[in-house]
């Protein structure tokens, strides 16, 4: 059973255009929501997260939007760079609810490619 | 650099075999999962180990196992191989002592190839 669905898989955006990425939970227990970006050969880091007592977050270009009552939430990256070209993935997990337990529940992750 | 190191980055073995993936936590850190990246799964958690005991355990087959050393690395044995196991497998690591920030980080894998 899949409980965080992710779209789209894949996203071809033109440098400077703004790439959005939408994800969407089944579980209300999930209390914490990262994005992972991954690059080719690399393990996946974390980017940016949030917390459902919040509805948007942004550091620098990235954004999440989050939409409690939806149990949705989204990735914005603003002026998309070449560089962004990577795979991102969502997450949830129940991470306050217990020491030591963050297992994250992943999306299926988005491919974005970044042309000039 | 995420401080996890994992060996090794390549495995081909065959089907049938038996392999070992180590996995070095960073320093301090306290809890260690196992995940599992296919192109068509994206990436499936295995199990958690915290300060040496099993912590959760996710889709995990029985032929595979995994164990936390006094030491905090961790290693993944995974035994009669099938073609369907070729992967790659991170290690995770997070939890320092003393507090913790909800974040992972992961190594840079081990590509098993099962021919």
């Known amino acids: 059973q899949q409980q965080v669905k992710q779209s789209p898989q894949s996203l071809i955006v033109q440098k400077g255009g703004i790439s959005i990425i939408n994800c969407a939970y089944e579980n209300t227990a999930f209390d914490y929501f990262p994005w992972y970006q991954q690059f080719p050969g690399k393990g996946p880091a974390l980017l940016i997260a949030?917390?459902?007592?919040?509805s948007e977050k942004k550091e620098g270009r990235f954004t999440i939007s989050f939409n409690k009552s939806a149990k949705q939430f989204s990735l914005h990256i603003m002026d998309s760079q070449p560089g962004d070209s990577a795979t991102y993935f969502c997450?949830?997990?129940?991470?306050?609810?217990?020491?030591?337990?963050?297992?994250?529940?992943f999306g299926k992750g988005t491919k974005l490619s970044v042309i000039p | 650099d995420s401080g996890v190191t994992q060996t090794p980055k390549h495995l081909i073995t065959a089907t049938g075999q038996r392999v070992t993936l180590r996995c070095s936590p960073r320093s301090g850190d306290l809890s260690v999962y196992w995940y599992q990246q296919s192109l068509d799964q994206g990436l499936q958690f295995l199990i958690q180990y915290y300060n040496g005991e099993e912590r959760a355990k996710g889709n995990i087959l029985e032929r595979f196992s995994a164990q936390q050393f006094p030491d905090l690395h961790s290693e993944l044995n995974l035994s009669s191989l099938e073609l369907g196991d070729s992967a790659l497998y991170f290690c995770a690591s997070s939890v320092r002592q003393g507090g913790n920030t909800g974040e992972l980080f992961f190594g840079e894998g081990s590509r098993l190839t099962v021919l």
């Open positions: 997450a949830a997990t129940t991470a306050y609810s217990g020491a030591g337990s963050y297992q994250l529940t």
């Open positions: 949030i917390r459902p007592d919040v």
